[in-house]
């Protein structure tokens, strides 16, 4: 459909989208307006003019600072760039020039630049944001639409639309894990935040790819997790460590309530109707108003949304070579 070197291309409006994610990862964990005030320095609030708005050669040119006042500009902003604009350029490869696939294209542009989003909200702050949860799946239930009114074969799977599908799945299995954990361990086992964020993966990418993404996940999260936990641990005093579990376990009536809501996507619909959510869920869960409350993470929390959203990327990406290697291995394990 295009030329191989309109990758290129792909690759800056991909570091343009990731500029405004930078908003997006700055703003929309504090309540704030994505549209106003227009992009400025947060030191010396001056507003950023067209000279600082290129992606990447901005920052760069600029030698990483604020051209006004001088203060060094996070590397975050340049590191969200170069990373949505390579998964800009991935999905353009593989649905504009290998295939011919533009409404694939836009679906996973738009899921991998939420996805990213959530990323590193989720590193700074320990929290998904709702509206990410609630636009991953409305985009996927619209791909849905669009499938079926193209007779895609993928439309459906076991008979319903393959979006409510996936979503169900992804629900399922954290709140599963979730369920269990708190079941047999009392330990609050997975964050809300991620079993949304799950069925917000199964809703795009649906059933085999989704279940592929969290095993993804939890393969790259046990490495670099495990890592990290190591390497802070050494830092810090034995005794700092044993306080890690006082906190009291959330209830499984909760539990139940909130997973059902989950399922009913009551969180999603309340984005509109907020009056819906405080009914359902009350106003605990929804911490996204006040994320500097008192909660501080311990030593061993490590976030597992990043690692659900690398997962979730990753599979969209190699989604076919990677079923066929587990299909070959399960014909291979069960002798067939
Ligand atoms: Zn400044």
């Not at 700055?26 to 600082?52: A, E, F, I, T």
């Not at 629900?171 to 079993?195: N, P």
Request: aromatic share 16%.
């Amino acid at each position: 459909m295009f030329a191989e070197w309109t990758v290129v291309i792909g690759f800056y409006i991909g570091a343009a989208i990731g500029s405004f994610l930078n908003v997006v990862i700055y703003r929309l964990p504090k309540g704030m307006s994505l549209w106003q005030p227009p992009s400025h320095c947060p030191n010396c609030n001056h507003r950023l003019g067209v000279p600082d708005l290129f992606p990447l050669f901005s920052f760069l040119l600029s030698g990483r600072r604020c051209r006004y006042c001088k203060k060094p500009v996070s590397w975050r902003y340049f590191w969200v760039e170069i990373f949505t604009g390579a998964v800009w350029a991935g999905f353009w490869w593989q649905n504009l020039v290998a295939n011919e696939d533009p409404v694939r294209f836009i679906v996973l542009a738009i899921f991998g630049s939420l996805l990213i989003a959530a990323i590193f909200i989720d590193i700074a702050w320990y929290i998904i944001p709702d509206s990410i949860n609630a636009w991953l799946l409305l985009i996927g239930l619209l791909y849905n639409v669009w499938l079926i009114y193209a007779n895609s074969p993928i439309a459906f799977t076991w008979g319903i639309p393959s979006a409510i599908a996936g979503a169900l799945v992804g629900t399922l299995a954290l709140w599963g894990v979730a369920f269990l954990g708190r079941l047999f361990f009392q330990k609050d086992a997975m964050g809300h935040g991620d079993i949304k964020l799950a069925r917000g993966i199964g809703a795009v990418i649906f059933v085999a790819p989704a279940l592929l993404s969290f095993g993804l996940a939890i393969a790259v999260g046990a490495i670099i997790g495990g890592v990290q936990v190591m390497a802070r641990k050494r830092g810090q005093a034995e005794e700092e460590i044993e306080g890690d579990y006082d906190e009291e376990p959330e209830s499984i009536g909760s539990l139940l309530k909130c997973g059902l809501g989950y399922v009913l996507a009551i969180d999603a619909i309340g984005q509109l109707f907020p009056k819906l959510d405080k009914w359902w869920f009350g106003e605990e869960p929804q911490a996204e108003e006040n994320p500097e409350d008192d909660w501080q993470p311990t030593i061993t929390t490590i976030p597992f949304g990043p690692y659900l959203a690398l997962g979730a990327l990753l599979a969209a990406y190699f989604e076919i070579p990677l079923l066929e290697l587990v299909d070959s291995y399960w014909k291979w394990a069960t002798g067939s």
